[in-house]
Nanobody, 125 residues
Framework: QVRLVESGGGLAQAGGSLRLSCLAS????????MGWFRQASGKEREFVAA????????SYAGSVKGRFTISRVNAENTVYLHMNTLKPEDTAVYYC??????????????????WGQGTQVTVSS
């Protein structure tokens, strides 16, 4: 059974930092690319960041580039999203996703076949 369990969300002040974690199980994590997406209230789910199977290639949405960093530890089946200089517009439910068919990071939600349940991030001004 595939499971993606996010943690680390919560409340932060503008300018602050949070680190999200996603623990994966039930599939070959080390040969899958991984992504983070977010969905704000009333909006569509959008791409945030993605990382290749070995962690050597990353991709970021323009709105988070330079502030967020995606990383992974294959030995721990975990992918992280380090979020710095948070803004109120970063408020959303953040989802971890796995693309088990490709090794390079993709930005489209349609290409990810497994999803976590999401973790809420709220940034106050």
């Amino acid at each position: 059974q595939v499971r993606l369990v996010e943690s680390g969300g919560g409340l932060a002040q503008a300018g602050g930092s949070l680190r999200l974690s996603c623990l994966a199980s039930g599939f070959t994590f080390s040969s899958s690319s991984m992504g983070w997406f977010r969905q704000a209230s009333g909006k569509e789910r959008e791409f945030v960041a993605a990382i290749s199977w070995r962690g050597t290639v990353t991709s970021y949405a323009g709105s988070v580039k330079g502030r967020f960093t995606i990383s992974r530890v294959n030995a721990e089946n975990t992918v992280y999203l380090h979020m710095n200089t948070l803004k109120p517009e970063d408020t959303a439910v953040y989802y971890c996703a796995a693309d088990t068919l490709r090794i390079l990071p993709e930005t489209s939600t349609d290409l990810y076949n497994y999803w976590g349940q999401g973790t809420q991030v709220t940034v106050s001004s």
